[in-house]
């Protein structure tokens, strides 16, 4: 069955790491999406991609950072720039072809050790 | 610009009552409108849809109707279940300046039912 992937489910990160956040999909969808999740606050969306190789900031783009060199791929890093990072953490793809909803990854749940 | 606003919950019911939560929005273009639903340490998943106004979106019991007159989309549902029981979440997905799909969610609402 085609999806998104996201690994690993959990993670932990020490002060002033960098931290890499994986998200695969099969579903050969052109756009993809990162969303930080904090409780009460709904999805926040961190950077997206409509195509390989392109990408744009999204409302909270400040210390992270991503990039597209596949389709298939769209890894989020997390770095030491982010102060607050601790939280759930998603990716999206869609089909660019008219108004097509989401598709889901299971999520990461990062936290500060 | 685009904004989704969902009542605030926890919204709390009996097994077998009737649900409404209420969503509305403010949009400047036609947006499509979606439902989506969390359970617990899970990703979203589309619950159900509408593209144009008047559209009646439908599954698992839960539906929704696109009311351009009055910007809302409110998720109804006749008799909830023990399993219904996650955060429901409203978005918007509209065609920006730059000729992208970006879409708007709300805050979400968190449902719990009890036997």
């Known amino acids: 069955d085609g999806g998104i992937t996201q690994s690993p489910k959990y993670l932990f990160r020490k002060e002033g790491q960098n931290v890499t956040l994986s998200c695969e999909q099969n579903?050969?969808?052109?756009?993809m999406y990162w969303y930080r999740q904090d409780p009460g606050q709904g999805l926040r969306l961190i950077y997206y991609s409509q195509i390989v190789n392109d990408f744009q900031k999204g409302d909270i783009a400040e210390g992270y950072s991503v990039s597209r060199e596949k389709k298939e791929s769209f890894p989020l890093t997390v770095t030491s720039a982010q102060k607050n990072p601790t939280a759930f953490y998603l990716c999206a793809s869609r089909r660019t072809i008219s108004n097509q909803p989401q598709h889901f990854g299971d999520g990461t749940r990062l936290s500060i050790l | 610009g685009d904004s989704v606003t969902q009542m605030e919950g926890p919204v709390t019911l009996s097994e077998e009552a009737f649900l409404t939560i209420n969503c509305t929005y403010t949009?400047?273009?036609?947006?499509?409108l979606f439902w989506y639903v969390q359970y617990p340490g899970e990703g979203l998943q589309l619950l159900l849809k509408?593209?144009?106004?008047?559209d009646k979106g439908s599954n698992k019991g839960f539906e929704a109707t696109y009311r351009k007159e009055t910007t809302s989309f409110h998720l109804e549902k006749g008799s909830v279940q023990v399993s219904d029981s996650a955060v429901y979440f409203c978005a918007l997905s509209d065609l920006e300046s730059g000729g992208s799909y970006i879409p708007t969610f709300g805050r979400g609402t968190s449902l719990i039912v009890h036997p």
């Open positions: 579903l050969n969808h052109d756009a």
């Open positions: 949009a400047t273009g036609y947006p499509s």
């Open positions: 509408a593209t144009k106004a008047d």
